[in-house]
């Protein structure tokens, strides 16, 4: 019986274990930095032999530390490596991706062309501008101004506009004139008024002023329009 082969473990995968092993190696670095306090706080009550072995297992917890380290370093360098691949997969999974659609767009782009036809849409065009053309030309046939003629000289035009210029020049002289109902009467001035002699009454002063003229009712005439 064929085993199945299990599918090959993704970049997800393996960088999430690379990262597990890297924290794992930091905390196994960080152990030994504790162990080495621990010792250097020992070296400094202690003297001869017992010293001595202290320095000694001192020296294989560093050797310990500088092993964790450097494997830390290679750890993290394949994360990087690891990192990188994801990184250039995605963009290459992106860039099918762009050329697929692209592709897809060509297609339904040709397609959509084919369904175009340049010849009618010229004819289209040249149909729009007849369209216009005649547009134009029932406008002005509406303009068309009645009675008027046809062919009219522009010298004979410029001269009667200069003959009415002339007139209205003379209508405005006239105008300024008075009429002549506002002009001076020649009616002769009204005789003067005919002096009464005052007779003296007593009591009463006598005015020296001459009597107005009366007219045949007895009531005071009305004087006559003089010039001023």
Known sequence: VKREQKPPPSLDDAAKRMDGRVTHIDEKIRQCDEELRRYREQLKRSRGAAANGIKKRAMNT???????????????????????????????????????????????????????????????????????????????????SYNTPDELDEADLEDELAALEDEWDQEGELEGEMPAYLQPSSVPAAPAAATVPAVAVPGIPVSAEPMPAQDEFGLPAAPLAQQQ
Do not use: G, P
């Open 62 to 144: 560093l050797k310990r530390k500088k092993m964790y380290e450097q494997q830390r370093d290679q750890m993290a360098s394949q994360a990087f490596n690891i990192e990188q691949t994801s990184f250039a997969l995605d963009t290459a999974k992106e860039t099918m991706e762009t050329v697929s659609a692209m592709k897809a767009a060509n297609t339904s782009l040709r397609s959509e062309y084919k369904k175009i036809d340049i010849d009618s849409i010229e004819d289209l065009q040249d149909d729009l501008a007849d369209m216009m053309y005649d547009m134009n030309e029932v406008q002005e046939t509406l303009a068309r």
